[in-house]
C-alpha cells in the first residue's frame, strides 16, 4: 500500500500478490472509503508472493512513496513467516508493516489516512470523528456490559 | 516516533522508554539530520515498557499523527518478544513497525522523512538523493568485488 | 485484573481491552463468585489491546495494587503475542502473568482470592474447599479409570 | 516465590532448583531488602528443575499462599522453554509468571511487597516512594539528555 | 510412564495429570496390550500439569525406573510448551521423551517394549513381529499405489 | 545412543555424526563410567546429520534395542531445529529424546544406566548412590547459602 | 523428489514416508505430467520419518543426483518441525527444500522441470509456456477486479 | 544462486543483496571452484533485502533458471526470519533452500553441481570424489577416536 500525493486522482495505491488477498484487502479498501479516500487496487504479476510489500517497496525503491505492508495469515506457519518476511527490511528500505490479516488491513487504511491528514484538514477531521465513533462504541458495550451485570445481582 | 505538521519546530518525535534504548534510536536521529529535519528526542516516565509504542499511540489516541515503532532486541528473546508487541496493535490503533534495532531506527528516519516527503519538495529531493547515494556504494562495492575475482584468475 | 483492599465494595477488578475477551474473563467472574469475592468488570476505551495488561499496569502505576494479566489467544499467532506482550514487563512494573485463555482466566481469579486470602480468613476457607473439591474430581475420575480397566479385564 | 503471613518471621520464601540461579534471584533479595521485607531463600533438592515454579506451587498445593515464578534464560533456547514451563499451569494451581530473568527478579520482589502492601501501611508508602525514585532516574536522565542535544546545536 | 521390574504385576505404570489426556494415553495401553505387557493407568492429584512428566519424575526421583514423557498438544500453543516443559530437564533427572500427542503415546509403549526386551524373550519376539507387520503394512500401501499408477497409464 | 544386552562387551554404543560432538558426548562416556558401564563410542559417516538419531533408529530398525537421541545446539537456531528433528518421531520408531547439549548427554547416560538397572542389581546400586550424591551436593550448597545469608545481618 | 537422466525411463522420482503424504505429493505429480516428464513414485518402508528427505538424501549419498524436499504440515506444530529437519542439512549433503505442503509439492515439480529444461529444450519450452499462462491468470483475475472496481462507483 | 547452461563462460550465478554476506557466499565460490565449475558473483542494488532470493527469483522468472537460496543469519532471529522468507515460496516460483549460513552457502554449490553433473560427466566424477573425500575424512576421525579410547583403557 502507497500513499500517493493529492494531485493525482487515487491518493492510495492497494496491491496484492494474489487474489486470494482480496478478502482481507477489502478491509482496507472499506477503510478509505469511510475517510473518502480514493484508491486504487490491484492483484500483480503471478510472481508476486507472501513477501511482496518487500518487493514492491524494491521496486518502487526510485519513487520517495511511503510503503506500508501487511502480513497475510498462511495456514501451516499461522502468519509469522509473513510477517517476518515483511517486517524485517534493511536499512534504506522502509516498509511500515502492520498487523497480521484483517486487524492490519484496517490499521494500513487508519494510517495512510494518518498520513494524509498532515496536508488535508477534511480528512484530519473524518479520522477525528473516527476515533471518537470507536470510543463510543466501546463506551456502549460497557454501559451494556454494567446493566447485565447489574440485573444479575 | 511521530511525524508532525511542518508548522511545529520539531518535526519529527523520538520517544524511548529507557535510555538504554539511546544508542539504537540516535541513528534515527543522525538520519533525521541528513535529510535536514528537526526532531525533538525524549526518554519517557519510568513506566515505559518493551510495548511502549503501543502505549505510545495509545495515549497519543486522540491526535491523528503518524505513529512509527522499532522493536528493541531484548537478550532474552531476541526481539521476538518486542516485535510482536509493537506490530500486532488491534483495529483502529496503527503503530508502523520496522525491523528489529539499528536498521529499523534508520528506517523508521527515512519513513518520517517519505511522510514529509509528500508535502515537502526540499525533503523529497534530499530522498532521492539519498537512495541514489545508497545505490552508489552498492554500486562501488560490486566494482571493487570485481576487480578482486578478475584479479585473483 | 487488580485486588483491591477490603473496605471497598469489589475487591477486584477486571478489566477487558474489547467485548471479544468477554467469553473467556466470564470464567475469572464465576471463579470469584465461588470464593465470594465482589469484583467490578469494564470494558476500557477503543485503543485498549493484546498488550492491555501492559498498558493498564502502567496507567496504574502510581497506586501499588497488584496486577495480574490473562493473555488472550489470537488466531494468528497462537497467543504467543499476547503471552510475551503481557509477561515481558520491564523491571519496576511487575504484571502477574497466568496462562493463556480459559485456564488463564480461572487461575487469575484463584490467584487473587490467594492473595486477599492472606489478610481474610473466610476467603482462605473457600479456597482450602476449593482446592479440596478439585482434588476430590480428580479422585473420583481415576476410581471411575480403575473400574473400566478391571471391567475390560 | 511465595508471600507469606505478617506473622511469620520471614513473609517472602525465596526458592531455587540450583545455585545458578543464585546471581539473578539475589535481585529479589536486593529488592525485598528495599522494602523491609523479610525473607528466607533456599536452593531446594537436586530434583529441582527448569520448570520448578510448577513444581514448587503443585507440592505447596494444599495451601493457600500466593506462587510467583520468575524463569530462567537458558543458553539453548533463550528462556523460552523456562517461560512456557513457568506459566502455562493448568486450571486450579496459579503461578504468577514475570519476565525472564533479572527484570522478572526485581519485578517478582516488587509484586510481593504490593501483595504484602494490601495489609501494611508501611510497605505501601516504601512501595510509592519507590515508584516516586524510579520516575525521578528517569527524569533526570531526559533532563541530561536534552542538555546534550541542545548543547549540539 | 514408568518401566517396572519383571516380578510386579504390571510392568508399566501409565500416569496422567488430567482425564482429558485419556484418548491419547490410551493409545499407550493398547500398543502394550498387542506385546501382552501388563500396565496400570491412573489418573493423578488434580495438582499434575502440562509438565506433568517433569515433576513426576522429581517425586519418584529416588528410585531407579525409568521415566517416558508424551507430551500433550494444547490448543493455544500447538504442543511447544509441553513439549519443552517435557525434554528441557537439568542434568540427572532424564525424561525419555516422545513425539506430541497421538504418534508419542504409540512411540512411548514401544519404547518400553524395548526396555522391557532387553530382558524378556517374549517380547522382543513380539517387537520383531510388530516392526515387521508394519513394514508390510506399507508394502501392501506401496503396491496398491503402483497399481493405481500403472492403471491410470 | 542405544543400550545393548548384557553379555556384549560394550553395553551402551554412543554414535556421533560428526567429531564435533564430540565434546558434548564425552560427558555421556564420563557419566557412564561413573556408573561401571561399558560402552562404545563413533562418528559415523559423513552422512549423517542434525536428524542423526532419526536415522540411526531407521537403520536399526529390525533391531529392538532403545535408541536415546541427544540433540546438539546449533547456533543459528539455539538447537531447536535439532530438537524438532530427534523428538518429532512417526509412530513405530521411538527415539527417547533428551535435554539439549551437555544436560542431555549426562542424562542420555543416566537415562541408559536406568534401563541396564532394570537388570543388574550392581547398576542400580551405583545409580541410588549417585542420586544421593547429587542431593547431598545440593543440600551443601544451601547450607553455605544458609550460612552467607545469617553472617550478612 | 530427485532428478534423474534422460536415459532412464522415470526423470523423477517421488519418495514418501508415508501414503497420508499423497495427496499433497500427487499435485507433484500432476504438474511434471504438465510438462511431459514421466515420474516414478513410492512410499518407502514403515521406517521412513518427517525428516525423510534428509533420509533419502543419506542413503542415495553415493550418487550424485540432486534431491529436492517437501516438508510436510503436522497438525501439532504447523510443520515448522518438518521444515527445520528438512533444511537445515549439515555441510556436505543438501537438499534443495520448498515451501511447506501443496504450494512446495508444486514448486518441488516446477524446479525438476527447471533443472531438466537444462539439457532439454521441449521442457524448457514448456515452462516458458507455465509461466506465461499463470501471468495471463493473474492478469485476467485483475482484469476482474478492475471491473468490479468500476462498476461500484 | 543460478545454474545456467553450459555454453555460457560462467555456469553458475552467485548473487548478493549486501557485500556483508561475502565471506559466507565466498564459502560457495572455493566449493564450486573444487569442481571447476566457473561463476560469477555480484552484488546487486542497494535495494537488496534479506528475502533476496525471493526477489531474484520474481525478477528472473521469465526464465526458466533453477534459483537456489542461502538464508543468512541475522543477530536479531537467529536466520529464522530469512529462512521463512526464502523457503516460504508461493506455488509458481520455486527457490531451492539450502540451510541457514555456511552449511548453507557449501551446500549451495555442491547441490550446483549435482545438477550441472547431469549433463556433464567430469562434473559428476569429481563430485563421486568429494564424497568419497568428505567419508574418508569421518573415517579417519572415527579411527582417531578409537585410537584415544583404547589409549584411555
Known amino acids: 500500500m502507497t500513499t500517493g500525493e493529492k494531485n493525482r486522482a487515487a491518493l492510495v495505491g492497494i496491491v496484492m500478490g494474489s487474489d486470494t488477498d482480496l478478502p482481507v484487502m477489502t478491509e482496507a479498501g472499506k477503510t478509505l472509503e469511510k475517510f473518502g479516500i480514493a484508491y486504487e487496487m490491484e492483484v500483480l504479476s503471478a510472481h508476486r508472493t507472501p513477501a511482496r510489500a518487500h518487493e514492491y517497496a524494491t521496486s518502487a525503491a526510485s519513487t520517495t512513496l511511503p510503503v506500508i505492508g501487511v502480513p497475510m495469515a ?16 534493511p536499512g534504506g528500505i522502509p516498509v511500515a508493516t502492520m498487523a497480521i490479516d484483517k486487524p492490519g488491513a484496517v490499521n494500513a487504511a487508519i494510517f495512510a489516512a494518518e498520513i494524509l491528514a498532515l496536508g ?3 480528512i484530519a477531521r473524518k479520522l477525528v470523528a473516527h476515533k471518537e465513533e470507536l470510543a463510543r462504541g466501546v463506551a456502549e458495550k460497557n454501559a451494556r456490559l454494567q446493566k447485565q451485570l447489574s440485573e444479575k445481582k
Open 74 to 89: 498462511t495456514c501451516v506457519l499461522n502468519g509469522l513467516d509473513a510477517l517476518l518476511s515483511t517486517v524485517q527490511m
Open 120 to 122: 488535508d484538514e477534511g
